[in-house]
Structure formats: C-alpha cells, structure tokens
C-alpha cells in the first residue's frame, strides 16, 4: 500500500510554494495525499520564522506529533522551512524525535530525505545557497502539486539584499539571487498549456529582479550587460504568454519602484491592477531606524505615479505599529500617511522581536503592549475607513471575477476575486466550476469584502477598460 503524507505551512506565500513542491516530490516519489494526520505516514511541518511565536508553534506542534509518531510503526516527521534553516541542528537536538530537518536552499531533496531516514535514521541537512545548482535554487523548476488548477506562483528570485532592521529574511533565504528570465518565461508557458490562466510572481523584492543578473553578466565581461531584462521587461513578457488572463506579483520594495514597472503594469492588460506597496512606517525617523531607504513623501509620490499610470489600482500595504523607539509623534506620522495613501486594504500588526535581527536588540526602546495595542485599533480604523470608501465605490460597478468555490462562511454563496484583489460573494444558481470567469454586478460593500449579482459568465478576458458600469 502506498505511503501517504500530510504538509503543514506556516507562513507566507515563498513557504506555501515550497510546500506545494515538497508535496509534489513526495507524490512523485510515491506518495499519496490526506487531509489529517492520523492517516498519514509522513507529516511535513514548514515552518516560517517571521511570524510571531514561531518557534512556540512549531515546538508545540512537534510536542503532540512525539504521540502520533509513537502510535504507529514507520511514521516520519519532516521539518523544512525557515526555521529549520535559521535552528539548524537545534531542530533535531530540542526534538530527537524528528525524522528530517529540510532547510530553504535544499527542497528538491525532501523525498530523497525521507527516503534516507527511513533506513539510517535521523537527518539534519541546511545547504547555504552559494553551494547548489542553479536549478536547485529555484522551487519553481520543481514538480508541484498545487491545489488549484488554474493559479500558480513562480518563483521569480530568492532572498534578499536589504537589511530592514525587523526582518530575518536575508538571515535564512541568503542573497537575492535571481532566476534566468527565459527560465521563468517557459514555466509561465508550461502552466499556461496546463490550464492555467493566473500567475503571480513571487520574490522578496521582485522589481529588483535582474540586478544580480546584469552585474554578474558585466562582470563577465558583457557590454551589452546593461540591456539584460529587468523587472518590468519579465512583467512584459510573462503577461504576453497565451492563454494567461492575469499576472500579479508580490512584494515590490517601495525603494526599488521604477516608472518602468507602472508603463509595464499599465501596458499589459493582463497584469492585475493591484500593488502591494508595503509602507512599515509613515515616519521618517522610524523608516531610517527600520534602514528601509525611503522617506514617506518619497513613498507618497511613487504612489501617486503608480495611480497615475495604471487606471482603477488598488493598492494594499503592510504597516508595523510600536517599532522600538516610536514615540507618539512618529504613529502620527503613520497615520497622516495612511490616510493620504488611501489604501484598499493593509496589513497591520504590532512589532514582535524576531530573535536575530537588529530590532530584536533593541529592548530598551520597546513600546509598552498596551500603547502598541491602542496605536494599532486606531491604525485600523483609518485603514477601514479608506478600504470601505473604496468598496462603496464599486457598488454599481461590474467586475469580472474568477470563481473561487463557495465561501468558506457560506456555501450557499460563491466566491471570486476581482483583478484589484477584491473578494466578491454573490449567489449562484448552480456551483460554478472553480477557476472559471464571471460577471458580477456589485450590490454592497464591506471594509473587507463586496456582495454582488452574478450576471454572466465570460470565455475570453474582459479587458479593464471595456468593463461597463450598469445604471443605478
Ligand atoms: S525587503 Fe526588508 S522586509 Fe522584505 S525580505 Fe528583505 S529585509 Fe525582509
């Protein structure tokens, strides 16, 4: 009978990638899906160490699979992710118990691993990135399963050269290091001829992407090392394969924004007009603290050239309230400017030390919880307020969606999402087929969602600037 295999993600969408390939190497090799761990042989935890307490979630979680794996012969634990790379041996020392320790840089070995510790025991095996291949490098040039047909992510580049004082990004994922443009353009097409029709680009600071390529050429001697594709060209070429109706990336770096990357966004009609534009801070004072390498006015600015170039752009921020040393004035700051950018929707949390990192040493300055928790409720307000005026202003509108299945909440009504990232619920007289395109006249606005009136389904794109605007 064949072994069969659950994974576990912890963590953001580079983590869900890695996991979508760790499944797609454990089918490969002969394993066999389930949902729940009691009828799995092989759990996979990945892990992330940007998100708060991840170490207490992880140990946790390893504290009760200890009694699953005790309960059944030939059960294995499998830990990868960003904490495993950041603990390394720690993993195995605190849980003798785990069968492999995966680390960033080392995916594609995952079922080979478990393979392995099956007959010899124990594996702790961390690459550093500057010691494997190129394909390696990349989960994307990996097997995957993914768990809808019709989106993917490609991994565009890996790692990070900033240093925001926060993060422990660059700590585990190494130096950016991006993929080979005609690399990513092929598996766009592959995808495309699989039936897929929604890319989002992914990396951690995706309008660099190219930099390390252009260097690396020049210093091989390249004089045309100048031309070689940017961020912008690679926006270009991925929105022109066949049969991709949608291309959305994530995370630009607001210091890295070029006018290039709006007159991509705005000269394709297949690049989604959504920006994911992450903030951290509207004080100036708390951005160089951060060594985030903008000003807010700077921030600002960029904005109002994205908004300028792309029509209808939605845009959505990340925003870190009590970073140390923030004193009043600066989260006045914040909110001055959150309010001018008038987000569509952000994401707010307050600062928790990430072990490692510059700001986790900064404990004299920390921000007492009960100030961070009072700035954070105001910060939402002021992002609700924007995101909901956004909202009401689609209300008569008709957006093209792409069926996402039944909402979680109610089954009775479907689910979609807009090319600004909107979520619609609508009913339907019958389930509509996942992935499939609709026309949804919107009929009432939430902070967080939209409610709207099916009204047709469509078999070709509806370009952004035909779709009409119903009366009343
Ligand atoms: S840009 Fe800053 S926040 Fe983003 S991954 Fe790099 S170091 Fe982390």
């Known amino acids: ?11 953001c969408q580079m983590n869900e990638h890695d996991s979508e390939r760790i499944a797609g190497l454990l089918e490969a090799d002969g ?10 042989d092989v759990v996979v935890l990945n892990t992330c160490c940007i998100r708060e307490n991840a170490d207490n979630k992880l140990y946790g979680s390893l504290g009760w699979l200890k009694q699953w794996k005790e309960a059944g012969a030939d059960r294995q634990i499998v830990v990868s992710g960003c904490l495993a790379q950041k603990d390394r041996d720690l ?12 680390g960033t840089h080392n995916v594609h070995r995952a079922a080979e691993l ?5 007959t010899h025991g124990q594996v702790t095996e961390i690459f550093d990135a500057a010691v494997i291949d190129d394909h390696a490098l990349f989960p994307s040039a990996l097997p995957a399963k993914r768990d809808t047909a019709y989106n993917a992510w490609v991994t565009i580049q890996i790692g990070c050269d900033n240093h925001c004082a926060f993060c422990i990004v660059p700590a585990v994922r190494g130096t950016e290091l991006s993929r080979p443009f005609d690399e990513v353009v092929a598996e766009v097409h592959a995808l495309a001829a699989d039936g897929v029709t929604e890319v989002t680009l992914l990396g951690q600071n995706v309008n660099s992407y190219g930099r390390d390529l252009q260097l690396a050429a020049r210093q091989g001697g390249d004089a045309q090392a100048r031309l070689r594709p940017l961020f912008a060209d690679l926006l270009g070429a991925v929105s022109a394969v066949p049969g991709i109706r949608r291309v959305r990336f994530t995370s630009p770096h607001p210091k890295d924004m070029r006018p290039e990357t709006f007159a991509a966004m705005a000269a394709s009609s297949s690049v989604c007009e959504h920006l994911h534009y992450p903030l951290q801070s509207g004080s100036d004072r708390v951005l160089a603290a951060m060594h985030r390498g903008y000003t807010a006015q700077r921030y600002l600015a960029r904005l109002g050239e994205a908004r300028a170039a792309v ?15 923030e004193t009043d004035d600066d989260f006045a700051r914040t909110l001055e400017v959150a309010a001018a950018a008038e987000y569509d929707y952000a994401y707010t949390f307050i600062f928790s030390p990430r072990e490692g990192t510059e700001a986790a040493a900064m404990t004299d300055r920390f921000i007492e919880p ?20 956004k909202h009401l202003a689609r209300v008569g509108r008709v957006e093209e969606v792409v069926v996402e299945g039944p909402s979680k ?12 990232n909107k979520l619609v619920h609508f009913p339907a007289e019958h389930p509509l087929r996942v992935g499939s395109y609709a026309l949804v006249e919107v009929t009432s606005a939430a902070p967080h969602h939209l409610m709207g009136r ?17 009366a009343g």
């Open 91 to 102: 993993v195995a020392h605190k849980a003798p118990w785990v069968d492999v320790v995966l």
């Open 114 to 118: 478990v393979q392995h510790a099956r």
């Open 409 to 420: 909440k109610d089954p009775s009504v479907q689910s979609g999402r807009t090319r600004q």
């Open 370 to 389: 009960a100030v961070a928790a009072e700035r954070f409720q105001r910060l939402r307000v002021v992002v609700e307020r924007s995101a909901l005026a």
């Open 454 to 470: 099916f009204v047709e389904l469509v078999a070709e794109p509806t370009h952004r600037r035909r779709i009409p605007v119903l």
């Open 1 to 11: 009978m064949a072994r069969s295999y659950v994974v576990r993600t912890f963590g």
């Open 31 to 40: 394993l066999v899906p389930v949902d729940d761990e009691a009828a799995a």
């Open 311 to 325: 029509d209808d752009l939605a845009v959505s921020t990340d925003i870190i309230v009590g970073f140390p040393g």
